[in-house]
């Protein structure tokens, strides 16, 4: 198994320019989120989705949409960047039986800068 | 709400050095509890977990045990050594797991030779 898998892996967007953060997952997980890690703030839950076809807000969701077609996909997309979406992106998958206590699986990572 | 708070780091030992990273939490229910690390350059790994009051977690010589009666869940290792050097964060899952994780701020722990 791949586990979960993240491109790009580094970006530089443009102020005002859009893009979409792919996220995938071949454990079959039904929960899959997206977080956000800036220094001294720990990670932070922008989106998140309990299966095909739901998604909810997290945290931090103003400026990101989020839509989960396939239980395998989970794509992240930024409307129109700021310098305040610069940040490392990390998408997560779970199970939703609570039988690992709500373990979650982190891809790793997409840093990006937004000039 | 809820909520997970970490020691403030960096945390900066001699190899074979004994750490603690204090962890506290504030949570309704029974979540479950976690440690995740983060090397240099790479995504969260997980650590250690336990799912209810008074487990012990354990993995790669780290411990940390569910107190529910201190809300706390402190990592701790008796000898650590320069590849241990990296991010650790305390985390909590709500009880019937719903999909979220909460972090604390992480901890940057630095081991030298």
């Known amino acids: 198994n791949a586990g979960v898998t993240q491109t790009p892996k580094f970006q530089v967007l443009k102020t005002g320019q859009s893009m979409t953060l792919q996220c995938a997952q071949d454990?079959?997980?039904?929960?899959m989120s997206w977080y956000r890690q800036d220094p001294g703030m720990g990670l932070r839950l922008i989106h998140y989705?309990?299966?095909?076809?739901?998604?909810d807000q997290g945290e931090v969701p103003n400026g990101y949409n989020v839509s989960r077609s396939t239980t395998e996909d989970f794509p992240l997309r930024l409307l129109s960047a700021a310098p305040s979406q610069t940040s490392v992106y990390f998408c997560?998958?779970?199970?939703?039986?609570?039988?690992?206590?709500?373990?979650?699986?982190f891809g790793p990572g997409t840093r990006l800068t937004v000039l | 709400g809820n909520s997970v708070t970490q020691m403030e780091g960096p945390v900066t030992l001699s190899e074979e050095a004994f750490l603690t990273i204090n962890c506290t939490y504030t949570?309704?229910?029974?979540?479950?509890l976690f440690w995740y690390v983060q090397y240099p350059g790479e995504g969260l790994q997980l650590l250690l977990k336990?799912?209810?009051?008074?487990d012990k977690g354990s993995n790669k010589g780290f411990e940390a045990t569910y107190r529910k009666e201190t809300t706390s869940f402190h990592l701790e290792k008796g000898s650590v050594q320069v590849s241990d050097s990296a991010v650790y964060f305390c985390?909590?899952?709500?009880?019937?797991?719903?999909?979220?994780?909460?972090f604390g701020q992480g901890t940057t722990l630095q081991v030298k030779p």
């Open positions: 997560a998958s779970s199970y939703s039986k609570n039988t690992q206590g709500g373990e979650q699986f």
């Open positions: 454990m079959n997980h039904e929960y």
């Open positions: 989705s309990v299966g095909a076809g739901i998604t």
């Open positions: 949570a309704t229910g029974y979540p479950s």
């Open positions: 336990a799912t209810k009051a008074d």
């Open positions: 985390a909590l899952a709500n009880s019937g797991n719903t999909g979220k994780l909460i």
